[in-house]
Each structure stands twice: as structure tokens, then as C-alpha cells.
């Protein structure tokens, strides 16, 4: 089988599971392409999901829903029949990270076919930060269940998660999210550490963050997906109104294993 996952990763969550996705398809004998769905949502890629047998979507968990970026590419899905499974990370277990329902009926609307969904209790990239030994517990239940996720798609298990009206409820608080992030995207500031290197620019998913008259610039579409304040080398980015939900420093997840480099084909790309 051909598959091809399209994930959206803030600070690494997702991008370790859709890794380790990778590399028990790859083991199970499919050929599976990672693609960040950024590199789709700002054109600099072509969305061909029609070239795969079947399509994964993940992403993280942000208000009890996705990220807007997840959306902006669900709407540029073509109508076609896809097979598709979804997978999610959230920094907690309560309600199962929200509803994906919105996600599905967006999905169902362009004719796409949810064969499974499967979720993720990763370390919060927000908010508290979990002790090492915490991490690597998560991390290492993680794997399990990555392994037991490409056990139930490779056998074409149907599994939906449960969706109830506790979880639709929560997952209204993404209306507020979205208009923080952009009433926030402003207040985001850089000290006297920044030695202009331009990563934060050239990684911000939404194009958000740019420089100009030899300062960094932050514009107003942030998704509040936190890369730029994660990966800044010289710790120079903190937020005006947020530093207080913000973790003290960033964790660093295992390497997932990737695939050893054979000859460029699909089974082993990873972006
Ligand atoms: C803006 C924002 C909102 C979040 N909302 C939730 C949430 O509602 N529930 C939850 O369990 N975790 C929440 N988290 C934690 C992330 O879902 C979790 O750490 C995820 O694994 C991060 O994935 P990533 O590293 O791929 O970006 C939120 C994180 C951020 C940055």
C-alpha cells in the first residue's frame, strides 16, 4: 500500500507519532510519505492525495479541537473517495482530547471515507511541564499504542472515536482560541538575545513572523502553535500576556526511529 500522512506539528508531538506511524507501516511492508501540512497549506507543495491507497491526518490537540491550519487544509481537500484514518496528540487525557467531529464532517463533505481514529496522551506543551520520568512514560505508552494504531489500519480495524456532547461542548472553546491567537499574535516579542537568525521566520507554519528594518516582526494570523518560541536557539521569543501559561523550557522528546535511508523512495521520506 501506498500511504500518505499529512500531520500538522507545533513543537514535535505529532510529528513523533506520525513517525512512529511511519515506521510500523513502513515494517507492515507499505511505502508511507510524511508531509507537514504547511508545506501544502502555504503552496509550497502540491496536495495529491489521490496518488495514495489510504491517507492519514494528524494533528494537535488545541481548545478540544484542532488548529486552524488543520481546517485551512481540510478545505483545500479535493472531493474524491479517499480512504483516511486520523490521528491526534493532547498534552491530557480528559474527553479525549475534544471533539473531532467538525474535523469528520469536513471530511465526510468532500467524500473522504474515516476508516480509523486513534488518540494520543503526549507531555503538555503548555501550561505545566510533566517531570522527565513522566515524559518518557508517555512517550513510551505513546509507542505502544502507535504500534497497536498500524496493527488496526494495516487489518482495516474500523475504529471512530467516541464523540458525546461533553466533548462537543468543550470543543466550542476553540471559538475563543482562534480569537485570542490573533488578538495575541501581536504581543509577541523578541529580547535582546535575538541574533537575527531567521529561524523562527522561515519555520512559522502561518507566515507570521517576518524582518524588517533589522527587528523580528510578528503579524496577526499566530495559531498559537508555539514552534518559533520552542526551537529559538538563543531562548530570545517570550509572549507579553501569555509567558504565564508558557513552560519554563521547551522538553525534548526521544528521536522516534525513522526508517533507515534506502533509495529515496517513499517508504522513508521524512520532511
Ligand atoms: C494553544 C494550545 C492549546 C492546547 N489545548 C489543549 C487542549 O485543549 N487539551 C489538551 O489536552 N492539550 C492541549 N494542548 C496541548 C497539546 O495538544 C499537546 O501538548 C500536543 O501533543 C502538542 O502537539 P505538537 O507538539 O505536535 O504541537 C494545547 C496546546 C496549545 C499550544
Same mark, same amino acid.
Given at each position: 500500500?501506498?500511504?500518505?500522512?499529512?500531520?500538522?506539528?507545533?513543537?514535535?508531538?505529532?510529528?513523533?507519532?506520525?513517525?512512529?506511524?511511519?515506521?510500523?507501516? *513502513?515494517?507492515?511492508?507499505?511505502?508511507?510519505?510524511?508531509?507537514?501540512?504547511?508545506?501544502?497549506?502555504?503552496?509550497?507543495? $502540491?496536495?495529491?492525495?489521490?496518488?495514495?491507497?489510504?491517507?492519514?491526518?494528524?494533528?494537535? +490537540?488545541?481548545?478540544?479541537?484542532?488548529?486552524?491550519?488543520?481546517?485551512?487544509?481540510? @478545505?483545500? =481537500?479535493?472531493?474524491?473517495?479517499?480512504?483516511? #484514518?486520523? !490521528?491526534?496528540?493532547?498534552?491530557?487525557? !480528559?474527553?479525549?482530547?475534544?471533539? $473531532?467531529?467538525?474535523?469528520?464532517?469536513?471530511?465526510?463533505?468532500?467524500?473522504?471515507?474515516?476508516?480509523?481514529?486513534?488518540? #494520543?496522551?503526549?507531555?503538555?506543551?503548555?501550561?505545566?511541564?510533566?517531570? $522527565?520520568?513522566?515524559?518518557?512514560?508517555? +512517550?513510551?505508552?505513546?509507542?505502544?499504542?502507535?504500534?497497536?494504531? +498500524?496493527?488496526?489500519?494495516?487489518? @482495516?480495524?474500523?475504529?471512530?472515536?467516541?464523540?458525546?456532547?461533553?466533548? &462537543?461542548?468543550? *470543543?466550542?472553546?476553540?471559538?475563543?482560541? /482562534? &480569537?485570542?491567537?490573533?488578538?495575541?499574535?501581536?504581543?509577541?516579542?523578541?529580547?535582546?538575545?535575538?541574533?537575527?537568525?531567521? *529561524?523562527?521566520?522561515?519555520?512559522?507554519?502561518?507566515? /507570521?513572523?517576518?524582518?524588517?528594518?533589522?527587528?523580528?516582526?510578528?503579524?496577526?494570523?499566530?495559531?498559537?502553535?508555539?514552534?518559533?518560541?520552542? /526551537?529559538?536557539?538563543?531562548?530570545?521569543?517570550?509572549?507579553?500576556?501569555?509567558?504565564?501559561?508558557? =513552560?519554563?523550557?521547551?522538553?525534548?522528546?526521544?528521536?522516534?526511529?525513522?526508517?533507515?535511508?534506502?533509495?529515496?523512495?517513499?517508504? +522513508?521520506?521524512? @520532511?
Amino acid at each position: 500500500m501506498k500511504i500518505g500522512i499529512y500531520y500538522f506539528s507545533g513543537t514535535g508531538n505529532t510529528r513523533f507519532i506520525a513517525q512512529e506511524i511511519q515506521l510500523g507501516l *513502513s515494517d507492515g511492508g507499505s511505502v508511507c510519505e510524511l508531509i507537514p501540512i504547511e508545506t501544502i497549506t502555504k503552496r509550497e507543495r $502540491t496536495l495529491e492525495p489521490e496518488k495514495y491507497d489510504l491517507v492519514g491526518i494528524g494533528f494537535p +490537540v488545541h481548545a478540544f479541537d484542532a488548529p486552524r491550519i488543520v481546517y485551512d487544509f481540510l @478545505e483545500m =481537500l479535493p472531493i474524491a473517495h479517499i480512504r483516511c #484514518f486520523l !490521528f491526534k496528540t493532547a498534552g491530557d487525557k !480528559f474527553l479525549n482530547g475534544g471533539s $473531532t467531529r467538525r474535523v469528520r464532517m469536513l471530511l465526510a463533505h468532500h467524500n473522504w471515507k474515516l476508516e480509523h481514529e486513534s488518540f #494520543f496522551v503526549m507531555p503538555s506543551n503548555i501550561a505545566s511541564k510533566a517531570k $522527565t520520568d513522566k515524559i518518557e512514560s508517555l +512517550v513510551e505508552a505513546a509507542k505502544i499504542h502507535a504500534a497497536e494504531t +498500524v496493527c488496526e489500519i494495516l487489518s @482495516e480495524t474500523k475504529r471512530i472515536l467516541p464523540d458525546s456532547s461533553a466533548q &462537543r461542548m468543550f *470543543s466550542l472553546m476553540h471559538h475563543v482560541e /482562534n &480569537r485570542g491567537c490573533k488578538q495575541g499574535s501581536r504581543y509577541w516579542r523578541t529580547n535582546d538575545k535575538c541574533v537575527l537568525c531567521g *529561524s523562527c521566520v522561515a519555520e512559522c507554519p502561518t507566515k /507570521n513572523i517576518s524582518i524588517a528594518k533589522g527587528k523580528i516582526v510578528f503579524g496577526d494570523s499566530c495559531i498559537l502553535c508555539l514552534r518559533c518560541w520552542w /526551537n529559538c536557539p538563543t531562548r530570545a521569543i517570550y509572549h507579553q500576556q501569555l509567558n504565564f501559561v508558557l =513552560l519554563k523550557q521547551p522538553y525534548v522528546l526521544p528521536k522516534a526511529k525513522i526508517p533507515p535511508k534506502t533509495d529515496g523512495s517513499m517508504g +522513508v521520506k521524512v @520532511e
